[in-house]
């Protein structure tokens, strides 16, 4: 452990109406300045910031890789010696988890740790914000920006949008009521719950994701502990500003070429990150583009990763529940169908006994932007699942069941048909060519070998 770290720390904020930039102070209080590294450093300091990351923390390879260059950015998306930008874009940084604990807050104060002119964006009131972005020289981390930045129309949020473009201005009135456009070009990090669904799309589109999962006993091999490893990553700051000093002109001048696939914002988002890789090696460049198109590939499937996570619950919900169904109907389900109320139920425990349950469907109401908000029981409700299965063509209706009852619900029939259907991977079904003489058999896709249904009794279904 080294006893100078070369870092000056961050103590308080200044308040005020937004102002066009002032001069740069390097020794100012309000952010972090890293010394640079006083000998040559060579490019090999990404992956051993990349190494570092894994070891101390719970992350996969992608997700190390992307927090290095999204730091190597961070160090130099503003010249500061021309106080020219460097990057058209500087795409921000969303660390999210659907649950606390799962490492967002740590993983966003080793990043702080490891950047220049880093700015602890938590304690900072709007007006400090933009002053502090219009300076053009600071990287911000913002814990709690689900709580932050979930309004679109805030002035946070419309600030934190305007300043990931270099020739983007922002227009504010100063004390004097006149207004004044400047820039608030700013490097930005951000942490919270559940981003993808309670950050406003605008800022998405302008964010690079990274997904954090609960680690379980042995899953890290040394804990980050501050005392006792605060100095090594000051450490690796310090080798990474001195690379990136060194080759800051040639990474400024390097346009990487994106496949036609990759859209404009997107490319902006990652020109910065695959630039910087391609200059430090070409491995380094390949990997980079492959996360750029991982990102764009799984972006393009966000507007139906709602529907098919849907369908394929329901799916698993029939398979659960296909050995104990009758055709007399139990607790608001037979052989012949379900009703709302009971698949709403169903979808929050389907999948409670896999370690990779997010319980999506339990927090399906947990964002601000749903009209159950407000309610302590969060689960989807009824109205929302026939509201989905609306949306492949399923429609409550009135179902015999054979013996002189009747029941309005979801035919399984018809769910097993449509979701099959829309679903490339599932299994092909002919409608009335798999009957069993108690309802719907649909070949299962989604092998279950034990779980308990809603109502506490145990299941089972070989998988």
């Known amino acids: 452990m080294e006893a100078n770290t070369a870092v000056t720390t961050h103590k308080q904020f200044t308040n005020g109406n937004a102002q066009p930039p002032e001069p740069i102070e390097e020794d100012s209080e309000l952010w972090q300045v890293l010394e640079p590294w006083p000998s040559p450093v060579g490019p090999e300091i990404i992956p051993a910031i990349e190494s570092a990351l894994k070891k101390h923390l719970f992350l996969s390879t992608e997700a190390a890789l992307t927090c290095a260059l999204w730091v190597a950015h961070a160090d130099m998306f503003m010249n500061l010696k021309t106080m020219e930008p460097n990057f058209e874009c500087t795409p921000r940084l969303g660390i999210t988890a659907p649950f606390k604990g799962s490492g967002k807050t740590k993983l966003l104060t080793v990043l702080n740790v490891l950047t220049n002119h880093a700015v602890d964006g938590g304690l900072c009131s709007t007006a400090g914000f933009e002053r502090l972005s219009a300076k053009g020289t600071v990287a911000f981390f913002m814990d709690e920006a689900d709580k932050v930045f979930s309004h679109e129309n805030s002035d946070m949020t419309k600030s934190l949008n305007a300043g990931w473009h270099s020739g983007q201005k922002y227009i504010k009135c100063n004390e004097k009521n006149e207004p004044v456009a400047f820039s608030l070009f700013s490097a930005v990090a951000l942490a919270g719950i559940s981003l993808p669904k309670r950050l406003c799309d605008t800022t998405l589109d302008r964010t690079i994701l990274i997904k954090m999962v609960q680690a379980k006993a042995g899953q890290i091999t040394e804990k980050y502990r501050r005392k006792k490893h605060k100095d090594k990553f000051v450490t690796l700051g310090r080798k990474l500003l001195r690379w990136i000093n060194d080759h800051q002109q040639e990474i400024a001048d390097y346009e990487p070429v994106f496949p036609d696939s990759v859209d404009g914002r997107d490319e902006e988002k990652w020109e910065p990150l695959v630039a910087i890789a391609s200059i430090a090696s070409p491995e380094l460049a ?43 109907k139990h607790n608001g389900v037979s052989s012949k169908g379900i009703l709302p109320t009971r698949m709403a139920v169903e979808l929050c425990n389907v999948h409670r006994h896999e370690e990779d349950d997010d319980r999506y469907w339990e927090r399906y109401n947990s964002v601000k932007t749903s009209k159950y908000f407000k309610d302590e029981d969060m689960p989807i409700k009824a109205a929302q699942v026939t509201a989905l299965f609306s949306e492949i063509d399923v429609a409550k209706g009135t ?46 896709t989604h092998p279950h070998v034990w779980g308990v249904d809603a109502y506490g009794s145990r299941v089972g279904v070989s998988s």
């Open 286 to 328: 390949r990997r980079a583009m492959n996360l750029a198109l991982k990102s764009v590939s799984v972006n393009e499937l966000t507007e139906l990763d709602e529907m098919k996570r849907f369908m394929k619950s329901v799916l698993a919900v029939y398979d659960l529940l296909k050995p104990t169904l009758t055709a007399a």
């Open 399 to 444: 179902i015999n069941l054979g013996d002189g009852n009747y029941m309005d619900g979801f035919s399984w029939d018809e769910i097993v048909s449509k979701c099959s259907q829309y679903l490339p991977d599932s299994t092909d079904y002919v409608p009335g060519l798999d009957l069993a003489e108690g309802g719907s058999e649909h070949v299962s």
